[in-house]
Every structure is written in C-alpha cells, then in structure tokens.
C-alpha cells in the first residue's frame, strides 16, 4: 500500500539546521496527522489537521511547526532540533469522523546531531 | 486524558502456540479501540479494531475480545506463525474523531520456530 508517502525516509541534521519533513496521501481523505514514535515510548499524536485546519496541537516545542497546504499535502518543518528530538516521524490520514482507519506513511526517521 | 497501558512489553512464543497481548485504558468515554502490527522498518498498519457495542470480533487467527466494565482488551492471535512477529500497538478513543487515538507502548511479539 502507497496510499501515504513521505520524503525523505531518512534525515540527519545539526541542531541549528531548518529542515522539512513531507507527506502526501492519495486516500481522498480529510484528516492528516504527525506522530513521534521513539524507543519505548507509545506513538504520540503531535498533530491533527481536519480539512485544512489544525484542531489538535499537543504541547509540542514550537520547533516543529507543521503546515497544511491542502487535504493531499502535510509538511513538519523542522527548526534548531534538540538531539532528543530524534526519532521516526509517522504522517498519517483518515477519514475525518468517529472510529475512521488511520492509514500510516512509512515514516522520516530523523536524528540530530 | 486518556491513559493506555499495554502488557506484556515483549512476548515470544512457539510457532502454532496462541499469544495474547493485553490493554487497559482509564477514559469510560472511550469507544473505539484498534489494534496496529508494525513490521521492522516498516509503517504501523490496522488489523483489527473493536468498538464499544460488541464483546468481541474475529478476523481469522486474530481476535479482540472488550471488557467496558473492567476498562480493558485484548488481542488473541491463535496457531501463530513467524510472519506474525511484529510490534502490535492497542489504542483507544472517543467517539468524535481519530484525533484522540491514544496509543498503547507496543508489545514485541517474536514467533520461536
């Protein structure tokens, strides 16, 4: 299944680097999402956007700033890291509503240097 | 907020015996819970879910099986095969949206020929 891709699968970048981690979905869905998923850790939502609109930020560090273009397209740009920013990116969709199937990307694992 | 708590952390069993791998979650307003199988290096995916109005749901060897007194479910993969080993995740949300799927810690699962 490719119905969520993201670019690029891996990134090293130095803490006072701007990067952008990219997502794009082809599921004609209406929500996009962004997951941090680090060792033993649970997957952490970080955000939500629901037809273009961000309705969930979880306290995240105003280094990640993401953007939403249009329903197909999520962007996390990424802005003088902390090493313990590390981790596998997750983008995902879905249906926006009650109980829709997340589909995942395959994920941007990024480390900072 | 939601709270889920997953156990074990790792499991392995022997090819054809059952593996069961359990969830508790401490919102009552929680009606959906998933479960996701993420291969090495690979995308989180679903391959079951449950809501809140059945006990239980079958899908082949896998089971899920809901306890809304007790606040917890399980996964029961039956005559288990090596393409079974994975990290599976529970999660748990509300009605309105996947925006508040919080995810369990993940159990690693590994298939002993």
């Known amino acids: 299944e490719t119905g969520v891709t993201q670019t690029p699968r891996h990134l090293v970048m130095g803490m006072t680097n701007k990067k952008s981690l990219k997502c794009e979905q082809h599921l004609g869905h209406n929500a996009m999402y962004w997951y941090k998923q680090s060792a033993k850790k649970p997957l952490e939502l970080m955000f939500v956007y629901s037809l273009e609109e961000r309705v969930e930020n979880n306290s995240v560090p105003s280094r990640f700033s993401p953007e939403c273009p249009n329903s197909s397209h999520l962007f996390l740009h990424l802005h003088t890291l902390q090493p313990e920013d590390s981790a596998l990116y997750l983008c995902a969709s879905s249906l926006g509503g009650s109980g829709n199937t997340i589909y995942f990307g395959e994920g941007s694992w990024l480390t900072v240097v | 907020g939601e709270n889920v708590e997953q156990h074990p952390s790792t499991l392995s069993v022997q090819e054809g015996d059952s593996a069961v791998i359990k969830c508790t979650y401490s919102d009552s307003a929680s009606n959906y819970f998933p479960w996701y199988k993420q291969e090495l290096g690979k995308r989180p995916q679903l391959i079951i879910d449950?809501?809140?109005?059945?006990g239980e749901k079958k899908d082949q060897r896998i089971a899920v099986t809901l306890n809304k007194t007790a606040k917890h479910f399980s996964l029961h993969i039956t005559e288990t095969q090596p393409e079974d080993s994975a990290v599976y995740f529970c999660?748990?949300?509300?009605?309105?949206?996947?925006?508040?799927?919080?995810f369990g810690t993940g159990t690693r699962l590994t298939i002993i020929p």
């Open positions: 999660a748990a949300s509300k009605t309105f949206g996947n925006e508040k799927l919080t």
């Open positions: 449950i809501r809140s109005n059945v």
